[in-house]
């Protein structure tokens, strides 16, 4: 079974410029997560989406960052415009249901240069 | 936001050795989960506990529940260079009830 799937692997691209990172989810699964890893502040929760609606946006570091979830089988993270401190691993995580086990996807690994 | 202590951040052994890695948290959390990350790739989850006290088992690797649950550990016996890899704990968080809060991990590296 395919699990979830990240698009592009690496990005990098100069400051000022508009990012998207791209999700999709494991059919099925009607819980949606975007987390970022850094080394200083290790998986934070950006986002959680439940049966493709925001139901927690807590996360997000600030206004230049939004996500959207257009249907059950994709999600887009969003960042306008970038800044290098917004270099990071950007993973993506699905689950059956919120209470169930996250299954994550590769990540995108995001230069800000 | 439930805050987990991991230590040690870095652990370099050689094959065979045994070696607990702990997660610590003033907090209590209703469960913790274990996570193995490998360069490049995302976490993948080991174990779940949810009883304090609670001991599973997966194959070499124990995870113990603390009673209050408020920490964890995880031991390794005789380990092996396929063991290489971050391991993470996360809480779920008892606001939301789904919301992972994970530590920073301890880097595992185990030389032939």
């Known amino acids: 079974d395919a699990g979830v799937i990240q698009s592009p692997r690496h990005e990098v691209t100069e400051m000022g410029q508009e990012v998207t990172l791209r999700c999709k989810p494991i059919?099925?699964?009607?819980?949606l997560f975007w987390y970022r890893q850094t080394m200083m502040r290790g998986l934070e929760l950006l986002i959680y989406?439940?049966?493709?609606?925001?139901?927690?946006d807590s996360g997000m570091p600030e206004d230049r960052f939004s996500a959207k979830m257009p249907n059950a089988s994709f999600s887009t993270l969003k960042i306008q415009p970038s800044e290098p401190r917004d270099s990071a691993v950007y993973f993506c995580?699905?689950?059956?249901?919120?209470?169930?086990?996250?299954?994550f996807g590769d990540g995108t690994r995001l230069s800000i240069l | 936001t439930q805050l987990l202590e991991q230590s040690p951040q870095f652990l370099s052994i050689q094959e065979g050795e045994n070696l607990t890695v702990y997660c610590n948290s003033s907090?209590?959390?209703?469960?913790l989960q274990w996570y193995r990350q490998e360069p490049g790739e995302g976490p993948v989850l080991l174990v779940t506990?949810?009883?304090?006290?609670e001991v599973k088992k997966l194959k070499r690797l124990t995870f113990q529940f603390g009673d209050a649950r408020k920490d964890s550990s995880l031991h390794i016996t005789a380990a092996q260079p396929g063991d290489t890899g971050l391991y993470l704990c996360?809480?779920?968080?008892?606001?939301?009830?789904?919301?992972?809060?994970f530590g920073k991990g301890t880097s595992l590296l185990v030389t032939p």
């Open positions: 995580a699905s689950s059956f249901t919120r209470n169930q086990p996250q299954h």
């Open positions: 996360a809480g779920i968080d008892s606001n939301s009830g789904y919301a992972l809060n």
């Open positions: 059919s099925g699964h009607n819980s």
């Open positions: 907090s209590v959390f209703s469960s």
């Open positions: 506990v949810v009883t304090g006290g």
């Open positions: 989406f439940n049966n493709n609606v925001p139901i927690d």
